[in-house]
């Protein structure tokens, strides 16, 4: 399985960024994928996570409102939409696969996450 991010950069506060995961691999498809970040001096979080067919998706509640996971199997994408972003949502956002396929319901420990993108850096500031 391979994910790699794009989409990052910098924004305003009260902003908006689409950050994209293109994921690839013969079992990709079928596993559910999530999004993380990891400040500077802070450890990982999980934001959002979403099954493959799409009918199950968790959303951390720090940005529940904010953030949106969507996936699109046809182009092998998980997008985030982030809007009304903040000057503490700066931090390197990573995508990662489950480690199990075909599973319909999806959280967000990072334990159950082996396959990790690179990561895109987002920074928000005026």
């Known amino acids: 399985v391979q994910l790699s991010e794009s989409g990052g950069g910098l924004v305003q506060p009260g902003g908006s960024l689409r950050l994209s995961c293109k994921f690839a691999?013969?079992?990709?498809?079928?596993?559910?994928i999530a999004w993380f970040r990891q400040a500077p001096g802070k450890e990982r979080e999980g934001l959002a996570c979403i099954v493959s067919g799409g009918r199950y998706i968790t959303t951390a509640d720090s940005v529940k409102g904010r953030f949106t996971i969507t996936r699109d199997n046809s182009k092998s994408t998980v997008d985030l939409q982030m809007n009304n972003l903040r000057p503490e949502d700066t931090a390197v956002y990573y995508c990662a696969a489950h480690n199990k396929q075909a599973w319909p319901t999806c959280y967000l420990g990072q334990d159950a996450y082996p396959f990790w993108g690179q990561g895109t850096q987002v920074a928000v500031s005026s």
């Open positions: 691999g013969s079992t990709a498809l079928v596993r559910p």
